[in-house]
């Protein structure tokens, strides 16, 4: 099951304009929530914004990579506190791939949308203005932004006779 999940499973950046329901968002949530974290210690947190206006000021984040966000009927925001834990970015990078497959799994599409080490403008970062827009407190991080809601595009899974296989190597670097 998990297998044919992620053979499908492709960045979505069109949306109808379809708004997610409560529940399906209630699930997305409690998916987060149960992502594994160093330690047990999770760092992370989340914003779910559903608020158009909102969601039109996020889409403005950084200059590429972001603007498709306000065709989007949800994001979810991933912050992560780095006094919790030293792998913080790591523990909201999982968190948001399991956004991302359980917005598959219920029929809906994703994009991860990246902010932290990104820049707004010549003056400020991704996660500078993310933090003004959203009141974060000062010690939470944003890691990401994943962009969710119903899928107004196709694209066909990645062939398995396309993937990567020279990357793979056995016991050793170089080893095929």
């Given at each position: 099951m998990?297998?044919s999940?992620?053979?499908?499973r492709r960045s ?5 304009d ?10 997305l ?5 149960r992502?594994p974290?160093?330690m047990?210690?999770?760092p992370?947190e989340?914003?779910v914004?559903?608020d158009r206006?909102?969601l039109?000021?996020?889409?403005q984040?950084?200059p590429?990579?972001s603007?498709f966000?306000?065709?989007a009927?949800?994001g ?18 999982i ?5 991302h497959?359980a917005?598959?799994?219920l029929g ?6 990246q902010?932290r080490e ?5 003056e ?10 959203l009141?974060?407190p000062e010690?939470?991080?944003v890691?990401s ?6 899928p ?8 398995k006779k396309?993937?990567p296989?020279?990357?793979?190597h056995?016991?050793?670097y170089?080893n095929?």
């Amino acid at each position: 099951m998990f297998l044919s999940l992620i053979e499908k499973r492709r960045s979505i950046r069109k949306f109808k304009d379809q708004q997610v329901e409560e529940k399906k968002i209630e699930t997305l949530v409690e998916v987060a929530l149960r992502s594994p974290s160093s330690m047990s210690r999770n760092p992370w947190e989340f914003i779910v914004v559903n608020d158009r206006d909102c969601l039109v000021k996020l889409s403005q984040s950084k200059p590429h990579g972001s603007t498709f966000l306000k065709g989007a009927p949800l994001g979810i925001v991933v912050c992560g506190d780095p006094v919790k834990c030293d792998v913080w970015v790591e523990d909201c990078s999982i968190a948001s791939i399991f956004i991302h497959l359980a917005a598959e799994s219920l029929g809906l599409g994703s994009c991860w949308i990246q902010i932290r080490e990104r820049m707004h403008n010549d003056e400020q970062t991704a996660g500078g203005y993310v933090s003004q827009l959203l009141l974060l407190p000062e010690h939470l991080e944003v890691e990401s932004i994943v962009a969710v809601g119903y899928p107004d595009e196709q694209k066909p899974g990645h062939k398995k006779k396309d993937l990567p296989f020279d990357r793979i190597h056995r016991n050793a670097y170089g080893n095929k």
